[in-house]
C-alpha cells in the first residue's frame, strides 16, 4: 500500500491508533495488512493477564494495555476495521 493516511476526529486512542495504523501499513502488500490486521486485533483483545505477543507489529504494541479496557478496544480498531471494509469494497487499489 502507498498513499496510505487519515482524516478524521476522535478519541486520543482512535486516532493514535489510525496514525500509527497508517505508518505501518504503508509500503505493505494487502495480505500482509490483513494480516497485521488480525495481530492488532488479537492484540488489543486478549487475556490481559497474560503477557501480550506483540506479533512483529512494532510500536503497534503500545495498544496492548488497551485490552485492560474492553470499552476502549472500539476506538483502537475503529480505522482497522474501515480500512478492511475499504479493502473488502475495493475501494483500495492496489498498484503491486
Do not use: Y
Not at 490481559?48 to 503497534?60: F, H, R, Y
Not at 495498544?63 to 476502549?72: I, K
Amino acid at each position: 500500500m502507498s498513499g496510505v493516511g487519515f482524516t478524521g476526529q476522535g478519541c486520543a486512542i482512535s486516532t493514535a491508533s489510525a496514525s500509527l495504523m497508517t505508518q505501518a501499513v504503508k509500503g505493505k502488500a494487502i495480505a500482509d495488512v490483513e494480516h497485521m490486521f488480525e495481530n492488532f486485533h488479537e492484540l488489543v483483545t486478549s487475556d490481559p493477564t497474560q503477557e501480550p505477543d506483540a506479533n512483529d507489529l512494532g510500536k503497534l504494541t503500545v495498544f496492548a494495555g488497551v485490552r485492560e479496557f474492553p470499552m476502549r478496544v472500539k476506538c483502537a480498531t475503529l480505522c482497522w476495521h474501515t480500512l478492511r471494509s475499504a479493502l473488502a469494497d475495493g475501494a483500495v487499489v492496489s498498484t503491486e
